[in-house]
């Protein structure tokens, strides 16, 4: 597991961050995870648009560039829906709903995956 840090505000974000590294990771994401613990959050690297078909509970998405900077935040995304490709977006971090706003996270703020 890896930590999630905000550089911009010198803060710790997530403590048990898993990165969806293989191509099976990445296609499966949060499929059949029945929810997320409020310091759990998964990054989707080489990711700039996410589905939530089938899912069982709704997410917070951060959409980063390739510096790792917020490109955009959807907040909520409930069961079902679509988030179209974010120009830019290199990556997304799917945190449990509301999460993103509790974190104070926000568009350009520089965030760091560390160990």
Do not use: Y
Request: charged share 25%; with cysteine.
């Amino acid at each position: 597991m890896a930590v999630l840090m905000n550089r911009t505000k010198n803060q710790q974000l997530i403590s048990d961050l898993t990165v969806a590294a293989s191509e099976w990771a990445r296609g499966k994401g949060l499929l059949g995870t029945k929810s997320l613990g409020p310091e759990e959050a998964l990054l989707i690297p080489r990711c700039n648009s996410i589905h939530t078909f089938f899912m069982k509970f709704a997410i917070d998405c951060v959409f980063l560039d390739k510096n790792k900077k917020v490109k955009a935040i959807h907040a909520v995304v409930k069961p079902n829906r679509i988030v179209w490709p974010i120009w830019g977006a290199r990556s997304v971090i799917e945190f449990p709903a509301g999460r993103a706003q509790e974190l104070n996270i926000e568009l350009g703020d520089e965030l760091h995956v560390g160990t």
